[in-house]
């Protein structure tokens, strides 16, 4: 047996996610469905995040382990010959046994996308929140910064997040300009793990503080309430991309 590494890109519109589920599309599901048809096996895939219904992908990592001799080359190949428009295998690499994508990864990076204009945009509608009112920027990004570092992010999780600690390690919040496109808005988040829904639940907190509901200050006593009730709207799905997952030595929690 020897273990893979892949790395996948996906359209979520119209996915439930990730995860296998009994009422419609998952990126599991196809991908299992390709092992099977191109090499006979249905191995056990080991995703990075599970990320959810309408969420994209650039970099998903996925883990598994087959006894088909197959080239890489080859795999790569079929496996994205069985695969539906809307998922795609960018890398196939062999790696060292006992590695797996979840528990081996260091930190993943998000890049979630706001189109800011007053008219919405046909091209961007599933893969942006179309937010029509003016956002203030700069107050966006000092709320940020308060959310940078070693913090207990209770008030940025769903209400069914099962996680034991609810610390984490933000190293990066960045709201940014999209150079040439001056309605866009990307809002990118880079952390050794996140609780569930939490990038959204912060989108949604700093989207508030840039429509003027909510002040620079009120962001970081929310931060140190813990109360979830106190936050922001989540975010819709559609508008957040897993750009990447790192792996290497992990550093704070």
């Known amino acids: 047996m020897r273990t893979l590494r892949l790395v996948l890109e996906y359209d979520g519109t119209g996915l439930v996610g990730w995860q296998r589920q009994p009422h419609g599309p998952s990126v599991q599901a196809a991908l299992e469905e390709a092992f099977q048809r191109l090499t006979g096996e249905s191995p056990r895939l080991r995703a990075a995040g599970r990320t959810d219904a309408g969420v994209h992908a650039l970099g998903q990592v996925v883990s598994l382990q087959l006894a088909s001799p197959l080239p890489l080359e080859r795999l790569l190949g079929g496996l994205n010959a069985y695969l539906p428009p809307a998922i795609a295998v960018r890398e196939v690499h062999e790696v060292p ?71 984490r390690w933000v190293r990066r919040l960045e709201v940014l300009d999209v150079v040439g496109e001056p309605e866009a808005l990307h809002i990118e988040v880079e952390a050794t793990a996140f609780l569930k829904h939490m990038v959204r639940i912060l989108v949604g907190t700093l989207v508030e503080v840039g429509r003027g509901r909510r002040s620079v200050a009120e962001v970081a006593e929310l931060l140190r309430s813990g109360d979830r009730t106190r936050a922001g709207p989540t975010a819709p799905a559609h508008g957040l991309i897993l750009c990447r997952v790192d792996y290497g030595e992990r550093t704070g929690y």
Do not use: I
Request: positive net charge.
């Open 97 to 167: 046994q006992g590695f797996d994508a979840r528990h081996s990864a260091s930190g993943k990076m998000y890049r979630y996308q706001v189109w800011n204009g007053r008219v919405r945009s046909p091209l961007r509608a599933a893969t942006h929140w179309h937010v029509r009112q003016p956002l203030d920027r700069v107050a966006m990004r000092q709320a940020a910064a308060q959310l940078v570092g070693r913090h207990d992010f209770r008030a940025f999780r769903a209400a069914d997040c099962e996680r034991r600690t609810t610390v």
